[in-house]
T-cell receptor
Framework: EAQVTQNPRYLITVTGKKLTVTCSQN?????MSWYRQDPGLGLRQIYY???????DKGDVPEGYKVSRKEKRNFPLILESPSPNQTSLYFC????????????FGPGTRLTVL | AQSVSQHNHHVILSEAASLELGCNYS??????LFWYVQYPGQHLQLLLK??????LVKGIKGFEAEFIKSKFSFNLRKPSVQWSDTAEYFC?????????????FGTGTLLAVQP
């Protein structure tokens, strides 16, 4: 089944403890992206990747890192999480870069205490 | 800067009522427009999209949307809602041919359909 998967789905952690949220797609998509969803703000893009080893900042990249060593995986790294990073995170992918619809993963609800 | 506005934050309807959710975008160039739906506890799913051509777009589950360029609008409609349409609805835009494929989302409209 074609899908975008994320792990973990739920995570509670403490300030400063490094964490990684994984994202994987099995559709051979070139483009992948991370968004965060906050009440009243909709979804905002954190980082995106147009292909392997090609990543760039979105609108709210502060406090996050990403890597794209393989086409299928696009992990989101929080080196030192803070409470303002408590949010719902979505990974998305699309076949191409410019005109294709994005497909979203199931989301990861992160709470930073 | 590119932005998307959804004016209805919460909508409550009874089953069989008609639905129209407003969406306005700000970019003056060529845009691609989307409506996504998020059912409780689930991920975003694409309802419909507009890239070019017929401005009246039909999507899944009986939804449709009309692109009106002069009004910078892309309102979502459904003639008769069901309880199962209870969800949050997001309008999104993207610059056609843009370098980043970035979607700009509205703040969402929470729809509650009462049986």
């Amino acid at each position: 089944e074609a899908q975008v998967t994320q792990n973990p789905r739920y995570l509670i952690t403490v300030t400063g403890k490094k964490l990684t949220v994984t994202c994987s797609q099995n559709m051979n998509h070139e483009y992948m992206s991370w968004y965060r969803q906050d009440p009243g703000l909709g979804l905002r893009q954190i980082y995106y990747s147009m292909n392997v080893e090609v990543t760039d900042k979105g609108d709210v990249p502060e406090g996050y890192k990403v890597s794209r060593k393989e086409k299928r995986n696009f992990p989101l790294i929080l080196e030192s999480p803070s409470p303002n990073q408590t949010s719902l995170y979505f990974c998305a992918s699309s076949p191409g870069v410019y005109t294709d619809t994005q497909y979203f993963g199931p989301g990861t609800r992160l709470t930073v205490l | 800067a590119q932005s998307v506005s959804q004016h209805n934050h919460h909508v409550i309807l009874s089953e069989a009522a008609s639905l129209e959710l407003g969406c306005n975008y700000s970019y003056g160039g060529t845009v691609n427009l989307f409506w996504y739906v998020q059912y409780p506890g689930q991920h975003l799913q694409l309802l419909l999209k507009y890239f070019s051509g017929d401005p009246l777009v039909k999507g899944i589950k009986g939804f449709e949307a009309e692109f009106i360029k002069s009004k910078f609008s892309f309102n979502l409609r459904k003639p008769s809602v069901q309880w199962s349409d209870t969800a949050e609805y997001f309008c999104a835009s993207r610059r056609d041919g843009g370098a980043t494929n970035k979607l700009i989302f509205g703040t969402g409209t929470l729809l509650a359909v009462q049986p």
